[in-house]
């Protein structure tokens, strides 16, 4: 019985090892895990991080957005302005073209009276030099 006793006690001590073998992958195995975990939540803030510092840029990015359109719309009044002031100032200066064109006919007009009156006045100065002659 002793020898059976002692393949038993061989045998349990064999089973303890192997329990304590086995124990110690299982620690090894949750030290592992529990660093797995570690980097899993560092790589998480990291990402929560990076998804902070995207919405902030998405924030920056639709205030430039903003500001651009309201800059596009004032530029777009301003080129809305300048067209009907264009509008304004070719019809103004269409009116002025025709008002001289009006004022250059006055004026030949006038200056073919001022030939008649000088005319006139020419017969009528050798009319006078006649009757004085004649006198």
Not at 7 to 35: A, F, P, S
Not at 77 to 87: F, S
Request: no cysteine; charged share 40%; net charge negative.
């Amino acid at each position: 019985m002793d020898e059976k006793m002692m393949e038993m006690l061989n045998k349990l001590l064999e089973g303890q090892q192997r329990l304590e073998q086995g124990y110690e992958r299982l620690e090894q195995g949750q030290n592992r895990l529990e660093q797995g975990y570690e980097r899993l939540e560092q790589g998480y803030e990291r990402l929560e991080q990076g998804y902070e510092r995207l919405e902030q840029g998405y924030e920056r990015l639709e205030h430039r957005v903003d500001k651009i359109e309201t800059q596009l719309e004032e530029n777009s009044q301003i080129l809305r302005a300048l067209e009907h002031k264009a509008e304004v100032s070719k019809a103004e200066m269409d009116k002025t073209a025709m008002d001289i064109a009006e004022i250059k006919g006055d004026v030949k007009g006038i200056r073919e009276d001022l030939t008649n009156v000088e005319l006139i006045t020419s017969k009528n100065w050798n009319d006078i030099a006649k009757l004085k002659k004649a006198k």
